[in-house]
């Protein structure tokens, strides 16, 4: 009797074990954004307040693993290659259907990507350059022929822009262009993530609901998303949002100031999140002989850029402005990046410095300008421990301040000798930070004029090359002549921070910072 | 000139301002160093992108035919659409600024429910605590920045006491009552400072007026005293202060709007001014412009109504 009572404990012990492990369905979840949403489409977007949060409504036909480095399958459940790499085959996932209750179909996919690779339709575009013609072949499966062989691709097709829309719907919308047809399916868009927009009070909260038709299970054979409904108030003061946190209204909060990291991690209620990104802050620096007004530029020289490097202590510029939660960058691209590959070099090293700006003939230090966005308190602080470090070396660094339209079109114009930059990947592949940081032909090598006939070579082989170890040997040279030509100073990696209450579980952003509430439950 | 003539001439003096301030805004935002495409494409987009999307806004025309497109649809009661946005900017103003009036009336109506009982306390009590007190506390107030006083309030009233909702709006009238009460106050203490010191000066020069010892002299019950002659006579700088100061609460609305996360037209010029959204700049201006002038008329005839020598003037 004794045994079997106790055999009965432990299996009801063991039943509440599973019970509270099993994700809870229902609830709303209140989430404090920093800034509204601006155009959820996918393709005509351009910021990543959209596109952060686009894939909690549409589904790309592959989907980022949750370490951003490979892909998984979502609305194709497999793809295949030839084998001369130009013809990509996917089949579809089976019974898929939008938030309105219709079937996903090939011809759907086949307009979605041809709306995608259209040059004339915005940013994006560029990452499925590759993609020749779109075709649907029997009843499930799309036929992508490609112009080149694109080791790029699976991963473009996880990316935002190359989300599935409906091609009825979406062309039933008033307007003659496809941007006005956007603007209004935008406005209530269907697609088959795992949400549906409600509402969405611009500027103030956008409220989302379980789309039923979700195709997505967990598991236990569960339907996906767990929760019932997901808001997000708009909250661009960090204080408040914080405050709004703190008391309870908020069951999680973005952008957390990293100064106020430690004390939320304190807070026993909080479950302070540091998720691993693709953030690299790096000093943009113009590397042409003369700069816009005429006057000669120290930059252009080599010797010298390098011997900023050396003259700057990352580790100074990680505590002051991360307070310590970053980590020195070891290449251009983050190391949530793949196919990076760390470099060494450029310890913080004065006499190092010295030696290299007496052999470039610098030795009695020269007049420097950096353009910071005018109260921006990360930039101020990088900028004045610049302006310090670097005075031991008879430069002297002046600090200009602009608003950010005004920073930007000054950047756009070449107009700058230094500029602090900030960039987060939008594909897990190395193809986008490489083309914007090193090859000149898109924006002159992040406007800097920085143009390397070698390295554009080998960056070209890259595009081509399926193969993925070769590909890893041309971005290791790629990363070694990057970094020894040193086109900008490089800084740090810094995480995303993201603060939660205990109870918010399954919730992820991803190093392309994705905000991923597909798998996310309340605990409570 | 009778009342009516009166009022018509200030609404009639409206028009030539609200014109300049039409023609000053709409070259302004175009000074401004930067674009709407170079805030709204971020910094990937391809310099075709910017001329493609400059070229479809129309932004690539001289400023004199943009001026005239814009006059033009301004009178058929279209002021275009947000750039960033993608709304009509007439749906964007229609939507938030009822949130920013409301605002803005209710901090005015505390402002005034605080300054002109004390104001009262402290002009009979001069120079006694209740009066130094009095002044003490808006002394402080006045010289605490807006953001200052309303962080504070938000900690104390609202994460730690929970007293009161951390920002927000609310959902209905009484919901906008009780989230907007600490935002209001936050705004309206400013106002309420300068209004209590210009209103107990005047109580305090009327009170020495022969009308009012003639009053006293007829023997007339003190209230009646201070309701009738001397609130009333005091009130006429107040009142114009009052008007004057309304438009610096709208100023004041973008800060406190930003601090207590309400959705109202002051983040909104924030953000527009920021990303060079001209169709909203221009919209929001105009709509400001029209509220004070709105304002100003209000005061002037109610300015006239408390001294009805000024008709006639």
């Keep these: ?524 | 000139m009778n009342r009516w003539s009166y009022v018509l001439l200030r609404v009639l003096q409206v028009i030539p301002t609200f014109f300049v301030v039409m023609v000053l805004v709409f070259v302004i935002a175009r000074l401004l160093p930067g674009d709407p495409l170079t805030a709204v494409l971020g910094e990937r987009a391809t310099e075709a992108m910017v001329v493609r999307a400059k070229h479809d806004l129309g932004l690539d025309k001289p400023i004199a035919v943009q001026f005239l497109i814009f006059l033009e649809n301004f009178f058929r009661g279209n002021l275009g659409d947000s750039i960033n946005l993608k709304i009509p900017v007439t749906r964007l103003i229609l939507d938030r600024m009822p949130v920013t009036l409301f605002l803005t009336l209710y901090a005015a109506v505390l402002a005034a429910l605080l300054a002109i009982p004390l104001a009262f306390v402290a002009a009979l009590r001069k120079d006694t605590w209740a009066d130094n007190l009095i002044r003490g506390v808006f002394q402080l107030g006045l010289s605490m920045p807006v953001f200052y006083i309303g962080l504070q309030l938000l900690t104390l009233l609202g994460a730690r006491l929970r007293w009161f909702p951390v920002g927000g709006y609310g959902n209905n009238f009484g919901e906008h009552l009780y989230y907007l009460f600490l935002p209001a106050l936050t705004l309206g203490f400013n106002l309420a400072a300068i209004l209590m010191r210009n209103l107990r000066a005047a109580i305090l020069e009327v009170l020495q007026a022969e009308y009012v010892d003639f009053a006293r002299a007829k023997g007339l019950r003190p209230s009646l005293i201070l309701g009738k002659h001397v609130l009333r006579n005091a009130l006429i700088s107040t009142v114009t202060l009052f008007g004057l100061n309304i438009g610096g609460l709208i100023g004041g609305a973008v800060i406190t709007e930003t601090v207590f996360a309400i959705p109202g037209v002051g983040r909104l010029m924030v953000d527009s001014i920021f990303g060079r959204d001209y169709p909203v700049i221009q919209g929001l201006t105009l709509t400001f412009a029209l509220l004070v002038s709105l304002v100003f008329i209000l005061t002037d005839i109610l300015h006239a109504q408390l001294d009805p020598r000024l008709e006639t003037a």
């Design chain 1, 1 to 524: 009797m004794g045994k079997l009572v106790r055999f009965g404990l432990v299996l009801l012990a063991l039943v509440a074990c599973f019970a509270s492990a099993a994700p809870k369905r229902g609830g709303t979840m209140v989430y404090g954004r920093y800034a509204d949403s601006l155009f959820l489409d996918p393709v005509l977007n351009d910021a990543n307040v959209d596109i952060w949060i686009l894939l909690n409504i549409y589904d790309t036909l592959l989907a980022p693993t949750p370490d951003g480095k490979s892909v998984k399958p979502n609305l194709a459940t497999r793809y295949s290659l030839s084998r001369d790499g130009k013809t990509m085959t996917l089949v579809l996932r089976p019974g898929v259907k939008f938030s309105d209750g219709s079937p996903l179909t090939p011809q759907d996919v086949k307009f979605s990507l041809d709306r995608a690779k259209d040059p004339n339709n915005g940013a994006w575009n560029s990452l499925i350059a590759s993609i020749d013609t779109v075709n649907v072949s029997g009843s499930n499966s799309i036929v992508l022929n490609l112009k080149y062989p694109d080791p790029s691709l699976p991963a473009a097709l996880a990316t935002f822009n190359t989300a599935i829309l409906p091609q009825k719907q979406f062309m039933a919308m008033p307007g003659a262009k496809d941007e006005d047809k956007a603007k209004a399916f935008a406005e209530h868009p269907i697609g088959t993530g795992p949400f549906i927009l409600k509402e969405w009070k611009k500027g103030s909260s956008m409220t989302l609901v379980r789309n039923p038709y979700y195709w997505g299970k967990d598991e236990n054979g569960i339907q996906l998303p767990y929760l019932d409904e997901l808001r997000f108030e708009i909250i661009p003061d960090d204080n408040t949002r914080i405050l709004k946190l703190q008391s309870g209204e908020l069951d999680g909060a973005e952008f957390i100031p990293l100064a106020r990291v430690a004390e939320l991690k304190a807070n026993a209620n909080l479950n302070m999140a540091l998720f691993p990104s693709t953030e690299v802050d790096s000093v943009t620096m113009n590397n042409r002989p003369k700069l816009n007004d005429g006057t000669p530029n120290p930059l252009s020289n080599v010797l010298v850029r390098q011997a900023l490097n050396y003259a700057t202590d990352k580790e100074a510029i990680i505590k002051i402005v991360t307070f310590g939660l970053g980590k020195p960058s070891r290449s251009y691209m983050s190391s949530a990046t793949p196919l990076f590959a760390a470099q060494n070099g450029y310890p913080y090293n004065l006499d190092k410095a010295r030696q290299l700006l007496k052999q470039a003939g610098y030795d009695k230090g020269f007049d420097l300008s950096t353009m910071i966005v005018s109260g921006n308190a990360d930039q101020t602080a990088i900028a004045s421990a610049l302006q310090q470090m670097w005075t031991p070396l008879g430069i002297k660094l002046r600090i200009d301040q602009f608003d950010s339209a005004t920073n930007r079109s000054k950047y756009r114009a070449n107009d700058f000798q230094m500029r602090l930059s900030k960039w987060t990947d939008d594909i897990a592949d190395p193809s986008e930070i490489t083309s914007y940081f090193a090859i000149y032909k898109n924006v002159e090598s992040l406007h800097s004029g920085f143009q390397n006939t070698q390295l554009e070579n080998l960056f070209d082989q890259s595009q081509r090359e399926t193969a993925y170890v070769k590909r890893a040997v041309l971005y290791q040279q790629i990363q070694k002549i990057y970094w020894d030509q040193a086109p900008i100073i490089f800084l740090y990696e810094a995480p995303y921070p993201v603060a939660l209450q205990k109870y918010v579980k399954g919730f992820i952003q991803i190093p392309l910072g994705n905000n991923i509430f597909v798998n996310t439950y309340l605990e409570k």
